[in-house]
């Protein structure tokens, strides 16, 4: 199963793709993690990310799509995976396609989380306050500057993805307003209806 999990940022696309990865036991394969983890060792791919990411714009696609690619080749991500924060534009998602069809393999399902703009402004700023509170170390974009330029860049950007994933049927909606777990069972009962695969 290749699953995508859509939504602005706090819609709870990290929580939920976590919740599926130990359910199905496949990985999650997030791009915001694969970049910071990249920074934090000092990388090439992180001192190219680090600026675009504490801004809160989008890292270069050739960057992310190369990410991918070499995630998507190992040994863990050969029989599914749940995509987290990719694809963030339609040039990505056509080279997803590209990649995907090279190995016989196609995205059987995208979730969208909806969610409105001042719940996700409520939960980024309780995310980075837990997360200090905790002494865990506070996202570099989770401040109101940074979440401002992400929520126009998922506007401009990544909303398109959405009508290209509508427009080959494998686009589903789940509000994401609702506790945690009602929003994984709504997620499971949807993967096991027949149309999504
Ligand atoms: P996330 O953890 O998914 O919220 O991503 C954090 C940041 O990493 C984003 O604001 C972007 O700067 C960068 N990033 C993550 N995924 C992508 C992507 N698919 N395309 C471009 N930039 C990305």
């Known amino acids: 199963m290749q699953i995508i999990m859509f939504g602005p940022p706090g819609a709870g696309k990290g929580t939920q793709s976590q919740k599926l990865a130990k ?15 990249a920074v934090a060792a000092g990388s090439a791919v992180g001192l190219a990310a680090k600026a675009q990411i504490d801004s809160g714009a989008l890292v270069g696609d ?5 990410c991918i690619r070499d995630r998507l080749n190992e040994s863990d991500a050969q029989d599914g995976f ?16 590209a990649l995907l069809g090279q190995i016989g393999k196609s995205i059987s ?32 974009d989770d401040n109101p500057e940074s979440l401002k330029m992400r929520l126009a860049t998922y506007h401009s950007a990544t909303r398109p993805v959405a009508a290209f994933y509508e427009k ?15 929003v994984t069972e709504e997620i499971v009962s949807l993967l096991a209806a027949p149309a999504s695969g």
């Open 23 to 37: 359910l199905y036991g496949i990985p999650q394969l997030s791009t915001g993690d694969i970049l910071r983890a």
């Open 82 to 97: 749940i995509l987290d924060g990719f694809p963030r534009t339609v040039a990505q998602a056509v080279e997803l396609d």
């Open 62 to 66: 050739d960057i992310v799509i190369g």
């Open 168 to 182: 080959a049927g494998v686009l589903v909606k789940v509000d994401g307003l609702r506790d945690i777990s009602e």
């Open 109 to 140: 399902c995208v979730v969208e989380l909806v969610v409105n703009e001042a719940e996700l402004m409520k939960r980024v700023a309780a995310r980075a306050q837990q997360a200090s509170a905790t002494g865990a170390q506070v996202r570099s």
